[in-house]
């Protein structure tokens, strides 16, 4: 039989035996329904204090967690050096700044960075700004399109086939050596000042590169490779497919990319002469109303479209070659 003998002292309750008839040590100095409460107050409140416990622990874990991540992000930038290539042209913006802050480059020569800042927000909240960059970067990138793919077609034909070579390659040299720039006379008369002009100057541009560089990647593709294919059965496509064309993909790439860089340069004399759009266009009619601001703002969002231009084609040059360990990291 369990009993439970418990006595008050003074308001002490003393609790003597639990149900089992087992002696109990602890007792108590307080009243049954005070210890009860806070006995009560003490369990409800467990799990909330374990609960703000762990909340604490997942805050400083969060914290710790972006702490660590923040590190290793600085880490990753000094290690891998992708700060580095931008640490030149920051410090010469820095120099820059201060040679125009201290009066040492006069402001009609050349305006400081911080006026040409100025003059990039004015136009960006005008809109100006964006409508002329779609519109030369329509324009590049059409030249680019039809340049390329004729380039690139006549590089593969040429390389593949002697005869092709034979009829084309000669008149290829020659046009080549002419400068594509000096036939801005001719082309107007040709196409006017609209945009057939643009259009035909800057694929001209572009079109060497490309070929000679494709047809430079196809004439070096390794004949044992060629052979073998050969020997093993492949067909003229399948041959071209997996041996020719991949072999050649590095020099196509580098074709690519400083056609790039004549496509943007084209661009920017064919939209100085006749445009009446594009950023060309804005430098020009800045020219005329001596807003050196606006003039070197034209001239550094060339600087950045041409930058991005190669960021991209370095980027499908990586995953297009990621087999080549030459471009593997």
Known sequence: MTTIDMFSDGGRIRRLADEDNNPVARTGTTSPPRAAAEKGARVGDRPRILSEAGETKNTRAAGSNTGAARERLIRGFANDGRLLPYLLPVTLILLWQAGSSAGIIADRIMPAPAAVVAAFWERLLSGELAENIAVSGARAF????????????????????????????????????????????????????????????????????????????????????????????????????????????????????????????????????????????????????????????????YAILGKLADVVARTLERRALAWNIAYQK
């Open 142 to 301: 059409a030249g680019l399109l039809v340049g390329g793919s004729i380039g690139f077609l006549l590089g593969i034909a040429n390389g593949v086939s002697k005869l092709s070579e034979q009829l084309t390659d000669t008149t290829l040299q020659m046009l080549r050596t002419i400068p594509h720039l000096a036939m801005i006379p001719l082309v107007i008369l040709w196409f006017g000042i609209g945009e057939e002009a643009k259009l035909f100057l800057t694929s001209l541009g572009v079109l060497f590169p490309v070929y000679l560089n494709t047809y430079h990647g196809v004439r070096n593709v390794d004949r044992d490779l060629v052979e073998m294919g050969r020997v093993y059965g492949m067909s003229s496509w399948s041959l071209f497919r997996k041996v020719i064309f991949p072999g050649a993909l590095p020099s196509i790439f580098v074709g690519l990319r400083y056609a790039l860089g004549i496509m943007w340069l084209t661009l920017i004399v064919s939209e100085s002469i006749a445009a009446n759009s594009g950023i060309g266009y804005m430098a020009n009619t800045a020219r005329e109303f001596m807003m050196t601001d606006v003039v070197v703002l034209s001239l550094v969002i």
